[in-house]
């Protein structure tokens, strides 16, 4: 890891960059009953709709390297918690340039988002992760990161 730093900006004309590392989302293992190429279109349909609409409350930001280059990204939304009503800020998405991966771009990019959750008041930062996602589940976890609620799921068909 290096002691680089990284500007970290509002996303302003950067869908390209933003949609091209959607398939960094599905990089590993993924359940049996999930689809890669079904998963990479929804992702990045969803991404799509918040760069084009930019609804309240979903905010994207890009980092960006000493030579002004995009190396990553996150994706933040504040949302509602179902318990307390309070202000929580959900890490909606979060992807490295496979070429910067262990440069410390992905921490950047959680302090961000926790500082961008303190000053807006959140309780929590939460997000969600495929099981199979090994990488960056040690990095949300060695942050402080630890399962707060845990979704199961079970094909019907």
Not at 11 to 36: C, K, N, Q, T, Y
Not at 93 to 116: F, I, N, P, S
């Amino acid at each position: 890891m290096s002691d680089a730093t990284y500007l970290i900006r509002l996303a302003e004309d950067d869908d390209d960059f933003i949609l091209g590392l959607v398939p960094r989302f599905v990089d590993f293992a993924l359940p049996p009953w999930r689809r890669r190429h079904e998963c990479i279109e929804g992702i990045r349909n969803e991404l799509l709709r918040h760069l084009e609409d930019q609804p309240a409350n979903s905010f994207l930001f890009v980092a960006e390297d000493g030579d002004g280059e995009p190396v990553g990204f996150v994706h933040l939304q504040k949302t509602q918690d179902f318990f307390t009503g309070r202000s929580n800020c959900h890490i909606s998405d979060l992807a490295v340039a496979k070429q910067q991966e262990g440069r410390g771009v992905g921490r950047a990019l959680l302090e961000h988002a926790e500082t961008w959750a303190r000053e807006h008041r959140c309780q929590l930062v939460t997000l969600a992760v495929f099981p199979g996602n090994e990488r960056a589940r040690a990095i949300y976890e060695s942050a402080g990161y630890a399962a707060d609620l845990v979704r199961l799921a079970k094909p019907v068909h």
